[in-house]
């Protein structure tokens, strides 16, 4: 008899004494008259053959694909810091970078009609931090997901949560905010861990520990919702991730036939992840053919190894040779202006190039933070000049704004700067 012990074969009773052994025949009749009809009438090349009342084999239990995920991840990441365009010192890759390699938000997806991204974005990781926190999250949740319901229907679940991850992003992220990384993926994988942590194929302690593992990485990755939290972690992605993964786990304990040691369809569920992976694949073909032009218009903007470490002691030769050479970068006007009013106190002059930074200052987060931040010191540069009322209206927006609305862009210097000089209050 088969056993539920998870991870183990089942073993069948050996006929021992003479008069068993005679009456072999009749009693292999008898068992193969107690067995469905539907275990019966299967094809010979059936992937599920081996997994039917015979048990399961050692092989199959080990977590071959969780660890070929895993490479793969790696891989595409090492492609990445290959071909980034800019690696800052903390080995985050540049946002230019990120939008060439397929990163994904509602204006270029949508707006822009470029849904290859959306077989991109969830395999790109913008830092070797956030690649090795996915990576553990996928190595522990899949030891034990894997081995369950098989290869297929655990690459499938990585799949459908995927692009359910990237559907959140889609819908509630800032539209202008793009995301990358297999988080989405990797909790659908934990949503479908929990929902199979209460089917009968597993012992007690066995499904304790899922649901422990599910509740580890879970809560942490959907709790925020609840505060309204606001990072540069992409927790809506986690919540369609884990929505997505979740009824697919649901649907293949439905499915799950009381006789198979995994669930059914399991070749379907390969075909379909090959396909995935061939659509991936030819989005990465056209990622490649606009690679260029995303490499043309990243080099007009200054690379993190030469920003500088202290803005307030830039210098006259640096902030001309930096807004020289980066002309249409706005951060280049934004020190030069930086160093005109702390240093050389030339405030018509500093106005000018605050008000091209503001006018240069791409629509992105990036963007968005150097004309909050170029705002800021205009204001302070008018104030000089005698303008207050112009200069209060200028930053009422950004007063008015609360930390938290404003997380990305919006540091706490520019908050203290305003405050000092009689801006917000």
């Known amino acids: 008899m088969a056993t539920t012990t998870f991870g183990r074969r089942g073993t069948a009773p050996q006929v021992a004494s003479p008069s068993l052994r005679a009456n072999a025949p009749a009693l292999r009749a008898n068992a193969a008259a107690a067995i469905p009809d539907v275990v019966l009438d299967r094809e010979p090349d059936d992937p599920l053959s081996a997994e039917m009342i015979g048990g399961r084999s050692l092989v199959a239990d080990i977590p071959f694909l969780t660890g070929f995920l895993i490479l793969f991840l790696l891989l595409i990441f090492g492609v990445e810091r290959r071909l980034a365009f800019d690696v800052s010192k903390d080995g985050e890759l540049s946002l230019e970078s990120l939008i060439a390699f397929g990163a994904i938000s509602y204006d270029l997806v949508v707006k822009s009609g470029e849904w290859w991204r959306v077989s991109l974005g969830p395999l790109l990781h913008g830092s070797g931090s956030h690649l090795f926190g996915n990576c553990f ?39 202008d905010v793009p995301s990358v990384g297999a988080s989405g993926a990797i909790t659908g994988l934990v949503g479908a861990l929990f929902v199979v942590s209460f089917f009968r194929r597993a012992e007690p302690a066995e499904r304790r520990t899922m649901r422990r593992i599910s509740l580890f990485f879970g809560v942490p990755a959907l709790l925020p919702l609840a505060f309204a939290a606001s990072s540069s972690v992409d927790y809506f992605a986690h919540a369609g991730g884990a929505i997505a993964g979740g009824a697919l786990g649901l649907a293949l304990c439905a499915l799950w036939a009381v006789y198979c040691v995994r669930p059914i369809f399991a070749r379907a569920a390969a075909i379909g992840a090959l396909m995935a992976l061939a659509v991936s694949m030819a989005c990465a073909g056209i990622a490649a053919t606009r690679y260029s032009a995303h490499g043309a218009k990243a080099a007009q903007f200054i690379p993190s190894s030469e920003i500088p470490s202290d803005l307030a002691k830039i210098g006259d030769d640096q902030s001309a040779r930096l807004m020289a050479r980066y002309p249409k970068d706005a951060r280049s006007h934004l020190f030069r202006a930086l160093f005109l009013v702390v240093q050389a106190h ?19 987060p990036v963007g968005r933070a150097t004309r909050d931040f170029a705002r800021t010191v205009l204001a302070v540069v008018i104030i000089e000049q005698g303008r207050r009322d112009e200069a209060r209206a200028m930053v009422a927006d950004i007063c008015r704004a609360k930390d938290k609305d404003r997380a990305a862009v919006y540091k706490a210097a520019m908050k203290r700067i305003l405050e000092k000089a009689k801006l917000c209050g």
Not at 163 to 172: D, H, I, K, V
């Open 346 to 364: 030339r405030y018509a002059e500093a106005e000018d190039r605050l008000r091209a930074a503001m006018a240069l200052a791409s629509p992105s």
């Open 137 to 175: 999250a996928l190595l522990i949740v899949g030891l034990r997901l894997e081995p369950m319901i098989g290869r297929a229907w655990f690459v499938m679940i990585f799949v459908v949560s995927a692009f359910g991850g990237a559907a959140g992003s889609l819908l509630f992220n800032p539209p």
